[in-house]
């Protein structure tokens, strides 16, 4: 089974921009997705980006400040995030996801990487 690792969270103050890498151990054909959990809360959907990369969909709450793109050369999607705000905070997960229009998450969640937005 494909692994994945997420990295390049960290504190940055509202306004701010971070870009979020998703390594997988080997090649993933499958449409990939990010999701996040905020402390106390349920783990939600952020982006979603299909094999080709041709279609992509965001959740409401990101759109317009955050970019889903991959390079399947390197195994990696990443997670442009532009314009944060303090209720970004959260820990980031991606993983591969079922429909582009329905993400759901079909495989094992990595570590997560630590976004934290200051006011």
């Known amino acids: 089974q494909v692994q994945l690792a997420e990295s390049g969270g960290g504190l940055v103050q509202a306004g701010g921009s971070l870009r979020l890498s998703c390594a997988a151990s080997?090649?993933?054909?499958?449409?990939m997705g990010w999701f996040r959990q905020a402390p106390g809360k349920e783990r939600e959907f952020v982006a979603a980006?299909?094999?080709?990369?041709?279609?992509?969909s965001y959740a409401d709450s990101v759109k317009g400040r955050f970019t889903i793109s991959r390079d399947n050369a390197k195994n990696t999607v990443y997670l442009q995030m532009n314009s944060l705000k303090p209720e970004d905070t959260a820990v980031y997960y991606c993983?591969?996801?079922?429909?582009?229009?329905?993400?759901?998450?079909?495989?094992?969640w990595g570590q997560g990487t630590q976004v934290t937005v200051s006011s």
């Open positions: 980006i299909t094999w080709s990369g041709s279609r992509t």
């Open positions: 080997g090649r993933t054909f499958s449409t």
């Open positions: 993983n591969a996801v079922d429909l582009i229009n329905n993400p759901r998450p079909t495989g094992s």
